[in-house]
């Protein structure tokens, strides 16, 4: 359902001129987790709302995922010549091309959820929409990445680390899992609790990612193993070791599985994707 709608929202490769195309399509359709369209889709059923109404919105925060992710591995941030397992969009289609598709993905994301969604009142689709915009800027990935860049090769204090993954990760999962919640119809009771529940989760996530740069296997998550180390990136590893962060992960799985206490079982595939989160080997 999920892939089919992406592939939906893109453009055809015929189209003039083909290469931007190619390249956006290139980087959507190229794997990954998902994980943000599917606890968008999670969340909306854990209201008790129908998952087919929150699509395009699940297709605009992993649109604005990839666009992230095209910008991220560019020479002039984090350099990666690997994404998924495959060589990184600029070193397929170079760096023009690469930045060009990026911008693409982020405007034809906010196409997709104004045009796509039905069934849904003007205002909630508008809040939803804010949402997305604000944590893709200035309220969340670019500021969070600013940080990240000004900060290697620093010792950072914890609050700046927080500050950090909070804003380059953890908003658009945080905003994913809101959005869904929104659009299934949510009191402003499971909103709350939502919102919790994807703070928490988007920050175990950013932790376990840091400790699979140092422990994960290339051939496994699909990206160059320790360039955080090389790069002398702010982690939680750098800043509190191995163990202390597994421990930190594992805690905030907790609290957003205890966010959904007033849930019933129609949560029980939010509370598996906040395990899944913290054991992934990939």
Request: charged share 25%.
């Amino acid at each position: 359902m999920l892939d089919t709608a992406l592939e939906e929202c893109l453009p055809p490769e015929d189209r003039f001129p083909e290469v931007i195309f190619r390249a956006m399509r290139y980087s959507v359709l190229n794997g990954g987790k998902r994980l943000r369209p599917v606890l968008t889709l999670a969340a909306c059923e854990a209201v008790g709302g129908d998952p087919e109404v929150a699509l395009p919105a699940a297709c605009a925060v992993e649109l604005i995922h990839t666009f992230s992710l095209i910008h991220d591995d560019l020479p002039a941030l984090d350099n990666d010549d690997l994404r998924r397992g495959k060589p990184t969009s600029h070193k397929v289609f170079g760096e023009a091309i690469a930045i060009l598709a990026g911008d693409a993905l982020l405007a034809l994301a906010f196409e997709a959820v104004t045009k796509r969604t039905k069934g849904v009142p003007p205002e909630v689709v508008l809040e939803v929409t804010r949402r997305i915009a604000s944590a893709a800027g200035i309220g969340g990935m670019a500021v969070g990445q600013v940080v990240d860049m000004i900060s290697e090769g620093k010792q950072i204090p914890p609050e700046t680390l927080e500050f950090m993954h909070t804003n380059k990760t953890g908003l658009l999962i945080q905003t994913s899992v809101v959005a869904g919640g929104l659009l299934g119809g949510g009191t402003p009771e499971q909103i709350g609790a939502l919102s919790r529940y994807g703070q928490k989760v988007g920050l175990a996530f950013q932790i376990a990612d840091d400790i699979l740069d140092i422990e994960g296997e290339q051939e496994r998550i699909g990206k160059t193993v320790g360039s955080d180390l090389r790069k002398q990136k702010a982690t939680y590893p750098s800043l509190y070791g191995i163990e202390k962060s597994k421990e930190l992960a594992r805690l905030a799985a907790d609290e957003a599985i205890e966010a959904l206490r007033a849930f019933d079982h129609r949560a029980d595939p939010l509370r598996a994707l906040a395990c899944f989160i913290v054991e992934r080997q990939a």
